[in-house]
C-alpha cells in the first residue's frame, strides 16, 4: 500500500485546491444525504405524534417541508458540483502524471528503452492510469468524505438525541466498516492481480493476433494464436468471478453492519422513549441518520475490487515519476562541427569483453563517412555513442565542442534502421519534425529521396497511412523517414544502413539527394551495400577487439 499512498499523495499535490474543493462537495453532500433522512424521519415521527395527540392542527408543518426540499434540490446540485470538481481535477493530475511517466521513461537507458514493445508498453500504461484514476474517485475521497460525515454525525446526534445513540452510529459506522475493508483487500488482493494480469494478457494478444494475422495464416498458426487469446480471456473470466464472489461477500457483509447498527441505534432509541429521556421523533432521527451513513460507506465495496490493481499500478509507475528528472542544459544549437570520436570503447552492461576496438574518426562540415564491418561489428552502437543515447566504457564523443546528447534534436539527427511511422496522411508523418513546414518544403524533400512520384501516385501528401505507417513498402517507409530528417536541416546527420530494400539505382539517388539537400551536414553512417560505401568521402572500419587482454 505504500507505494499507492505516496502516489495519491503526488497527485493531489499537483491539483490541492481542485481536490480540496471538491472534498467539501462530497462531504456537503453526504452531509445533506443524512440531514434529509434524520429530518424527514423526524418530520414523519412528530407529525404522527402530534396528530395522536389531537394537535396535529397546530404542527407547522411548512418549515419541515420546506427544508426538505432545500436539502433534496441542494444535494442534487451539490453532487452535480462534486462530480464536475473531481472528474476535472483528476483527469488534468493525471494527465500531468503521464507525462512526467514518458519523460521518466526517456530519461532510462537506451537499451532498456530499446527492449520496449509498444503495443505492451502503452497497454500497460493506460491500464495503470486508468487504475489510478479509480484510487482517488473511488477510494481516496469518498473514504475521506465518508469518515467526516461520519464523525460530524456522530457529533449531532450525541447534542440532538443522546450520546449512546451518537456512540452507536458513530463508532460503528467508523471502526467496523474499516476492520471490512482491510480484511476485503487483503483476500482480494491476489484475484485482484490475477484479473489485471489476464486482462492485460487478452489485450495484447488480441493486438499481436490482429497485428500478424497475414503472417500466422500464411504458417499455419492461426487457429492456435486464436486459441491462445481465448485462453487468456477465459483465465480473466475465471479470476473476475472469484474476485466478485470476494466482492458480494464484502458487500453483503457491509450491508449486514448498516443494518445492524440501525437496529441497534431503532432499539436503544425506543428504550430512551420508554425511559423518558429522548422524544419519539428524536429517536427517529437516530435511526435514519444510521439508515443514511450507509451511503457512506458503499465505496468500500467498489474499492475493494480495485485495490490490487491499484497497488500493482503504483508500484510500477512510482520509480518513474518519483524522482525529478536532471536538468538538461539548453545548448546553443550546432553551428560548427567536427564530430570527434576519440579512442571510443564500448561494452554491454555486465559484459567482461570491449564489442569493438577502439574507434577514432572526425567528420567535418560537407564531409560524409562511412562505418564498416560484418554485422554484429558494433556499427550501430557507434552511431547511438555519436547521438549520445549511449555511454562509453572510455574514449570521447565531441559534436561542437559539446557533448552530443547537448545537441540531439537542436543540430544532430539519427535514422535508425527501423523506420518510425505513424498512422496518419504522409504529410502529417513529414511534419513531424518541422510543423511549420509548407506543402513546397515537403515536397522539395521527397524529392531529395526520390519519393516524390510514388507519393503523387497515391493522392499526394493527404494520402493516408494505416497503423506504423501501413500502405508503404519498406524501401518507400525508409524513404519517407529520410526525407522527414531532411526536414530537420541537421548539422550532423546519422545513418543505419540508409538505402537498405532499396534497387541500386534508387540507392544512388537517394545518396545524392541527401547530400544536394544537406551541402554542408557532417554524415556518418554505417554502411553495409556498396552504393553506401562509394557516396562516402572516408571509410572507417569497425573492428572486434583483438584479445581479452586488450582490455583495460
Do not use: C
Amino acid at each position: 500500500m505504500r507505494p499507492l499512498l505516496s502516489l495519491i499523495r503526488l497527485i493531489l499535490r499537483a491539483e490541492r485546491g481542485a481536490f480540496l474543493r471538491g472534498l467539501l462537495l462530497s462531504v456537503t453532500v453526504l452531509a445533506m444525504g443524512v440531514a434529509l433522512l434524520g429530518l424527514s424521519g423526524w418530520f414523519i415521527t412528530a407529525a404522527a405524534a402530534a396528530g395522536l395527540a389531537g394537535i396535529g392542527i397546530a404542527f407547522n408543518v411548512f418549515i419541515p417541508s420546506a427544508l426538505v426540499r432545500s436539502l433534496a434540490l441542494g444535494r442534487t446540485a451539490a453532487r452535480y458540483g462534486e462530480r464536475l470538481l473531481t472528474h476535472d481535477a483528476t483527469l488534468r493530475a493525471l494527465s500531468d502524471l503521464r507525462v512526467r511517466l514518458l519523460r521518466g521513461l526517456l530519461a532510462s537507458p537506451w537499451r532498456q528503452i530499446e527492449r520496449l514493445r509498444a503495443n505492451a508498453f502503452l497497454n500497460r500504461v493506460t491500464a495503470d492510469i486508468d487504475a489510478l484514476d479509480g484510487a482517488l474517485l473511488r477510494l481516496v475521497l469518498p473514504g475521506l468524505a465518508g469518515l467526516a460525515v461520519i464523525a460530524a454525525s456522530g457529533v449531532a446526534l450525541w447534542v440532538l438525541v443522546h450520546p449512546s445513540v451518537a456512540l452507536v452510529v458513530g463508532l460503528g459506522y467508523s471502526g467496523l466498516p474499516t476492520l471490512v475493508f482491510a480484511l476485503g483487500q487483503r483476500l482480494a488482493r491476489r484475484p485482484s492481480r490475477e484479473v489485471e494480469a489476464a486482462r492485460q494478457a487478452s489485450r495484447a494478444r488480441l493486438i499481436d493476433l490482429i497485428a500478424a494475422r497475414e503472417d500466422l495464416a500464411v504458417y499455419g498458426q492461426l487457429q492456435a494464436a486464436a486459441a491462445h487469446v481465448r485462453g487468456a480471456f477465459a483465465r480473466h473470466s475465471v479470476a473476475r468471478r472469484r474476485l466478485d464472489a470476494i466482492e458480494r461477500r464484502m458487500g453483503a457483509g457491509l450491508d449486514l453492519l448498516g443494518t445492524a447498527i440501525t437496529a441497534l441505534a431503532l432499539g436503544l432509541g425506543a428504550q430512551l422513549v420508554q425511559g423518558g429521556e429522548i422524544g419519539a421523533a428524536q429517536a427517529a432521527v437516530g435511526v435514519f441518520a444510521a439508515l443514511a451513513l450507509g451511503e457512506a460507506v458503499a465505496p468500500v465495496r467498489r474499492a475493494l475490487s480495485e485495490i490490487g490493481r491499484m497497488v500493482q499500478a503504483a508500484r510500477r509507475v512510482l520509480p518513474q515519476v518519483a524522482q525529478p528528472l536532471p536538468e538538461v542544459p539548453r545548448a546553443a544549437p550546432v553551428t560548427a562541427l567536427p564530430l570527434s570520436l576519440t579512442a571510443l570503447r564500448y561494452r554491454h552492461p555486465g559484459g567482461a569483453r570491449d564489442l569493438f576496438a577502439p574507434v577514432m574518426l572526425t567528420v567535418g562540415a560537407g564531409e560524409t563517412v562511412a562505418l564498416t564491418g560484418p554485422s554484429g561489428s558494433g556499427k550501430s552502437t557507434v552511431l547511438l555513442l555519436a547521438a549520445g543515447v549511449l555511454e562509453p566504457v572510455g574514449g570521447q564523443v565531441a559534436l561542437g565542442g559539446q557533448p552530443p546528447a547537448a545537441a540531439l534534436g537542436r543540430g544532430l539527427v539519427m535514422v535508425p534502421q527501423r523506420a518510425a511511422l505513424i498512422g496518419g496522411t504522409i504529410a502529417e508523418n513529414l511534419r513531424l519534425a518541422a510543423p511549420d513546414a509548407d506543402d513546397a518544403a515537403l515536397w522539395r524533400a521527397l524529392e531529395n529521396v526520390a519519393l516524390a512520384e510514388v507519393v503523387r501516385g497515391r493522392g499526394g501528401l493527404g494520402a493516408a497511412l494505416g497503423f506504423r505507417g501501413a500502405g508503404l513498402s519498406g524501401g518507400e517507409a525508409r524513404r519517407l523517414v529520410l526525407a522527414r530528417a531532411i526536414l530537420r536541416q541537421p548539422r550532423v546527420l546519422l545513418l543505419d544502413e540508409p538505402t537498405e530494400g532499396l534497387d541500386a539505382d534508387t540507392a544512388a539517388r537517394v545518396m545524392a539527394g541527401l547530400r544536394a539537400a544537406l551541402p554542408e551536414a557532417a554524415i556518418l553512417m554505417a554502411a553495409h551495400r556498396a552504393v553506401e560505401i562509394a557516396a562516402a568521402d572516408r571509410i572507417v572500419p569497425v573492428q572486434r577487439p583483438l584479445d581479452k587482454t586488450s582490455q583495460p
